[in-house]
């Protein structure tokens, strides 16, 4: 979803979706203020799944390893 936004206000695509057809709304979603921002929350979306793409291969790796098991001990 992050890419899209991102991406999506500085393609063709933008201006010719349905909402672009009214005229004062055509005015807001055309604005380059409007697509930055629109482009911005995009790019924090991407940021935050990344961030917790991390968090949870990080958890995945320390429960692999288990301090129960005898695992990883050495005599």
Same mark, same amino acid.
């Given at each position: 979803?992050?890419?899209?936004?991102?991406?999506?206000?500085?393609?063709?695509?933008?201006?010719?979706?349905?909402?672009?057809?009214?005229?004062?709304?055509?005015?807001?979603?055309? &604005? &380059?203020?409007?697509?930055?921002?629109?482009?911005?929350l995009g790019?924090? &979306?991407?940021?935050? @799944?990344?961030?917790?793409?991390?968090?949870?291969?990080?958890?995945?790796?320390?429960?692999?390893?288990?301090?129960?098991? @005898?695992?990883?001990?050495?005599?």
């Amino acid at each position: 979803m992050g890419l899209l936004l991102l991406v999506l206000p500085w393609s063709d695509f933008w201006e010719a979706n349905y909402f672009a057809a009214w005229p004062l709304v055509r005015g807001i979603l055309t &604005n &380059n203020f409007v697509r930055g921002g629109v482009s911005g929350l995009g790019i924090v &979306n991407l940021v935050v @799944g990344f961030a917790e793409l991390a968090v949870v291969l990080s958890a995945r790796d320390r429960s692999s390893v288990s301090l129960g098991d @005898g695992a990883g001990r050495s005599m």
